[in-house]
C-alpha cells in the first residue's frame, strides 16, 4: 500500500522564479492538502483539493496556487518566489465519506525548497 | 494568532523515564487532537489521537490525556527510550468549516539520553 509520495525531494531557486511541487495522495484516498513549514515551526496550511477544487485555504498569498487531477494527484504552484518562501512544503492526504472529511492525514516526505 | 500552544520547546529524559508535552488550545470548535512524530528531514507521521468525548487514550507507550474544561491535552511517553528522540506535534482540527485542516503547535524537540 503505497503511502504519500512527493517530488522533487530537493529544489532550490532564485528570487522571482516559479517553482511546482507534485504530490500522490495514499491509495484510496481523495482529499490533499499542502502545508509549508518553515525551519524550527509547525506546519502551516496552505489550501486543500477536493473533487479538483480547492475546498479551503489558510492565510497565503494569491502567488500559492494548486490543482488536483482526476486521479487525485496534486500540484503546488508558487510565482514570484521570496527568500521566505523556503521551506518543506508537505503534502498530506485523507479520505472524503459521505459525512464529509475523515479526521486522520497522512503525511508526505516533503519537498525542501531553497530560495537564494 | 497561534491557535494551538505547546510547551516545552524542548525536552532532555534519561532512558526509562517519562516525557510529558503540553498542549492548549482556545478555539471550542475544534474536536480531533492528533499528535504527530517527525524524524529530521521527514514528514510527520501520526502517533495517536483524540476526541473531547474522552479524557485519555493509550496505545503502547503513549498516553493522550485531554481536559475540555481546560482546553488542555497532553503527550505522556512512558518507558522513553533513545528512538524516540524526534520533534513532536500536537496539532488540532474542527470538523465545521467542512474541511479537515490541521493548525498545528510550534513543537517539541525530544532527546532520550542513553
Known amino acids: 500500500d503505497a503511502g504519500v509520495t512527493q517530488s522533487p525531494t530537493h529544489l532550490i531557486k532564485t528570487r522571482g522564479q516559479q517553482v511546482t511541487l507534485r504530490c500522490s495522495p495514499k491509495?484510496?484516498?481523495?482529499?490533499v492538502s499542502w502545508y509549508q513549514q518553515a525551519l524550527g515551526q509547525g506546519p502551516q496550511f496552505i489550501f486543500q483539493?477536493?473533487?479538483?477544487?480547492?475546498?479551503q485555504r489558510g492565510n497565503f498569498p494569491d502567488r500559492f496556487s494548486g490543482h488536483q487531477f482526476p486521479n487525485y494527484s496534486s500540484e503546488l504552484n508558487v510565482n514570484a518566489l521570496l527568500l521566505g518562501d523556503s521551506a518543506l512544503y508537505l503534502c498530506?492526504?485523507?479520505?472524503?465519506?459521505?459525512?464529509?472529511?475523515?479526521?486522520?492525514?497522512?503525511f508526505g516526505p516533503g519537498t525542501r525548497l531553497t530560495v537564494l | 494568532q497561534q491557535q494551538v500552544k505547546q510547551s516545552p520547546q524542548s525536552l532532555i529524559v534519561q532512558k526509562g523515564g517519562i516525557s510529558i508535552i503540553n498542549c492548549a488550545y482556545e478555539?471550542?470548535?475544534?474536536?480531533?487532537f492528533p499528535w504527530y512524530q517527525q524524524f529530521p528531514g521527514k514528514g510527520p507521521a501520526l502517533l495517536i489521537a483524540?476526541?473531547?468525548?474522552?479524557s485519555e487514550k493509550k496505545e503502547g507507550r503513549f498516553t493522550i490525556s485531554f481536559n475540555k474544561s481546560a482546553k488542555q491535552f497532553s503527550l505522556h511517553i512512558m518507558d522513553s527510550q533513545p528512538g524516540d528522540s524526534a520533534t513532536y506535534f500536537c496539532?488540532?482540527?474542527?470538523?465545521?468549516?467542512?474541511?479537515?485542516?490541521?493548525?498545528f503547535g510550534t513543537g517539541t524537540r525530544l532527546t532520550v539520553i542513553p
Open positions: 498530506a492526504s485523507s479520505l472524503d465519506l459521505a459525512g464529509g472529511p475523515t479526521d486522520t492525514q497522512y
Open positions: 478555539n471550542t470548535a475544534f474536536d480531533y
Open positions: 491509495s484510496g484516498h481523495d482529499t
Open positions: 483539493y477536493y473533487e479538483e477544487e480547492e475546498r
Open positions: 483524540i476526541r473531547p468525548d474522552v
Open positions: 496539532a488540532a482540527s474542527t470538523r465545521w468549516t467542512g474541511a479537515n485542516n490541521l493548525f
